[in-house]
C-alpha cells in the first residue's frame, strides 16, 4: 500500500540555462517525481548552491530601554517556576517567520529576575551564557557553585549543568542570555532534564569568589587534577575588571605605535578555556570588542552570525543596507555574509573615554569546526 502523501514535493519551474522545452512528456516525468517524492536538482540548484550565503535572517536592532520596560511589566505580571522556568523573552528575527531565534543558530533573551525571586534548577544540553550590561545582586548557581553577577560580567555555561539563579537584592535585575537553541533544535540532538524545586541554603551564600574562581581564575595557572574534564570552560565568571583592562592596554599600546599588529583605534578580545586556549562554549564564541572615539572599523563579512550588545558608549552601526544609532544595552544582528562596519559616535551621556563598547556572540566555532569559516574585509579608510 502507498502512503498517503501529507507534504507532496512541489516542483518549481525554472529559469536556468539548457533545460528542455516544456512537453507533456516532461510533465508527466516531473508529477512521477513528485509522487515518489523525488526532486531533480535541476530545478532546485540555484537555491541549494547559490554563489554567497543567502542567510534567512535579516538584520535588525532591539532597543534597551524597550526590552527594559517590557520586562519590567513581565516581571509584575508572569511568575517564575516550573510552568516556564524563567522570565526569559527572546528576540525574533523579523524574517524567521515568528521563531524565537535571533538568528538560524544563535538564541538571545533578557532574563529579568525580581527581588527575591528563585529560577529553578534545570539543566539542558543547549550550551549557555549570561552577560551583564547592568544592575548586580543575582547569584547564578552552578552544580551548586554560587557565582555573582555584576555589570560587565560575562558567565558561560557548557551544557548539561545543573544551574539555577537567584535575586538577593531589593531591585530587579535583568541581563541577557545567549544559547545555541536553534542549532540544537535544526540538529534535533537538544535533551533537557528538571532538577530541584529549591537550592539549599549553603547555596545561597554568596561568597566574594566562587569555587570555578578559585580553581581557574589566577590567570596561566591551572589545577593540575582537574584539566580535560569539561567540554567547555570551567570557569563561570569573566569579571568585568579584567576584560576591561585588556581592552585599556590594547587601545594604549596601539596608540603608543608598540605593536603593529594591532588595528587603529579598535580593540578586541576573546573569552577563552582556560584549560586549552579555545572558545568558551563548543558552540559559542564570546568577544569584547572597544572602539576609541571617533574610530571606526572596515566592512566585513564573514560566514555565521552574530548579535552584539552595547556595553558603552554610542555610535553608528551599518549592517547590510540598515543603519542604526546604537546606545548602552540596544542589541542587534548580524546575519551570515551581511557587511558590518561600525563607527564610535561619543555623546554627554558617554563614559569619559567616549569609547564604543560591544560585546559580541556568534556561531563561529561551528563554522570552524566545520571548514566552512570564511572572512572578507574592505580595504581601510
Do not use: C
Amino acid at each position: 500500500m502507498t502512503a498517503e502523501l501529507t507534504s507532496p514535493v512541489r516542483l518549481r519551474a525554472t529559469d536556468a540555462p539548457d533545460q528542455p522545452a516544456p512537453t507533456e512528456e516532461l510533465a508527466d516525468l516531473y508529477r512521477g517525481f513528485e509522487k515518489e517524492l523525488l526532486v531533480p536538482l535541476w530545478t532546485e540548484i540555484g537555491d541549494l548552491m547559490p554563489p554567497h550565503p543567502r542567510s534567512k535572517a535579516m538584520p535588525h536592532r532591539w532597543e534597551w530601554r524597550t526590552l527594559l520596560t517590557l520586562a519590567d511589566r513581565a516581571g509584575h505580571l508572569v511568575p517564575v517556576g516550573r510552568g516556564g522556568e524563567r522570565r526569559a523573552i527572546a528576540l525574533a528575527n523579523p524574517s524567521l517567520g515568528g521563531k524565537p531565534y535571533a538568528s538560524p543558530t544563535l538564541w538571545a533573551a533578557i532574563q529579568y529576575l525580581m527581588p527575591g525571586e528563585d529560577a529553578p534548577e534545570h539543566r539542558h544540553t543547549q550550551n549557555a551564557f549570561r552577560f551583564v550590561v547592568e544592575g548586580e545582586g543575582v547569584w547564578t548557581v552552578v552544580g551548586r557553585d554560587p557565582v555573582p553577577m555584576r555589570r560587565g560580567d560575562f558567565l558561560p555555561q557548557a551544557g548539561w549543568n545543573w544551574h539555577a539563579h537567584h535575586n538577593a537584592a531589593s531591585r530587579p535585575m535583568a541581563w541577557i542570555d545567549g544559547l545555541d537553541i536553534p542549532f540544537q533544535y535544526g540538529t534535533e540532538a537538544q535533551f533537557f532534564e528538571f532538577g530541584r524545586d529549591a537550592i539549599s541554603d549553603e547555596e545561597r551564600v554568596t561568597p566574594e569568589r566562587s569555587r570555578s574562581e578559585r580553581l581557574w581564575g589566577n590567570p596561566g595557572l591551572a589545577p593540575v587534577s582537574r584539566l580535560g574534564r569539561t567540554p567547555g570552560t570551567p570557569l563561570l565568571r569573566y569579571r568585568w575588571e579584567h576584560t576591561d583592562r585588556a581592552l585599556q592596554d590594547q587601545l594604549e599600546l596601539e596608540a603608543q605605535g608598540v605593536d603593529a599588529t594591532l588595528e587603529r583605534g579598535h580593540a578586541a578580545v576573546r573569552f577563552t578555556n582556560p584549560t586549552n586556549g579555545a572558545d568558551v562554549l563548543p558552540t559559542i564564541r564570546a568577544e569584547f570588542h572597544r572602539i576609541a572615539r571617533g574610530a571606526d572599523t572596515a566592512p566585513r563579512r564573514e560566514t555565521g552570525s552574530s548579535v552584539y550588545q552595547v556595553f558603552d558608549g554610542s555610535g553608528r552601526v551599518t549592517v547590510g543596507d540598515l543603519s542604526w544609532t546604537v546606545t548602552r544595552g540596544d542589541l542587534f544582528v548580524v546575519p551570515s555574509w551581511q557587511p558590518l562596519s561600525v563607527t564610535s559616535e561619543a555623546s554627554a551621556s558617554d563614559s569619559d573615554s567616549g569609547a564604543l563598547d560591544l560585546f559580541r556572540f556568534s556561531d563561529a566555532p561551528i563554522f570552524e569546526a566545520l571548514n566552512l569559516s570564511r572572512t572578507e574585509t574592505e580595504e581601510t579608510h
